[in-house]
């Protein structure tokens, strides 16, 4: 069965600091994993995500996440963060087993310290 | 290209009180979900459609309803309501089970 756990449900960091948001997985297969943005009172929307190939996933609005297999993470990073950056993040994972639908992590909420 | 509407934008219902959410999508996706966010919960599947004519229970699908009135429509109906519904509803697409996730804008429902 597939899970996902996101480290810390409130993260703060100071602008222009680096942005950590950890994610890891369980899945008995290859996984595809997703990172989504929800800012307040807004739907979730797509930051970036991973299927196959390159291990490093560039998403929009600077961040990029490395999934790696061996630790089953696919963590969330930008290098300075901007106030813009305060919002909800989600992980999410896909088995891929054909519809099986999308599992979704607590999410983490980040603050940005001016 | 509007993508996933729902409707409405905000509600408040009396307990025992029905109500349908309404959610199209433009995309022309196979595949539609009703989900519940509560905080410190995270995102939780209420019910999901893989495709036209089919739909699944998802993880809290006690109380609720569901119609995929055809590719673009998939309803969310509440027959009677109850207090530990109030929450924020989103309906999302995509093209396969698997694949990305589009989301609507949400429904903000209060029961009281």
């Known amino acids: 069965a597939q899970s996902v756990t996101q480290l810390g449900s409130h993260v703060s960091v100071s602008e222009g600091a680096l942005v950590l948001l950890r994610c890891n997985y369980s899945?008995?297969?290859?996984?595809?994993l997703f990172w989504y943005v929800q800012y307040p009172n807004q739907g979730l929307q797509l930051l970036l995500k991973?299927?196959?190939?390159?291990?490093l996933v560039k998403g929009i609005n600077g961040f990029e996440a490395e999934f790696k297999k061996s630790e089953t993470s696919f963590h969330l990073t930008k290098p300075a963060a901007h106030m813009s950056d305060a919002a909800e993040y989600f992980c999410?994972?896909?088995?891929?087993?054909?519809?099986?639908?999308?599992?979704f992590g607590k999410g983490t909420r980040l603050s940005v310290i001016a | 290209n509007a993508g996933v509407t729902q409707t409405p934008k905000f509600q408040v219902l009396k307990t025992g009180q029905s109500m349908t959410l309404q959610c199209a999508q433009d995309?022309?996706?196979?595949?539609m979900y009703w989900y519940r966010q509560d905080p410190g919960m995270g995102l939780r599947l209420i019910y999901y459609?893989?495709?036209?004519?089919?739909?699944d229970k998802g993880e809290v699908p006690n109380g609720y309803n569901v119609s995929r009135l055809n590719k673009r429509e998939f309803s969310l109906r509440l027959e009677s309501a109850a207090p530990s519904q109030t929450s924020v509803y989103f309906c999302?697409?995509?093209?396969?089970?698997?694949?990305?996730?589009?989301f609507g804008p949400g429904t903000r429902l209060t029961v009281l």
């Open positions: 999410a994972v896909s088995e891929g087993s054909g519809n099986t639908p999308l599992v």
């Open positions: 899945s008995s297969v290859p996984p595809y």
């Open positions: 995309m022309n996706h196979n595949s």
């Open positions: 459609s893989a495709s036209e004519g089919t739909t």
């Open positions: 999302a697409s995509s093209e396969v089970g698997r694949g990305t996730q589009y």
């Open positions: 991973y299927t196959t190939g390159a291990t």
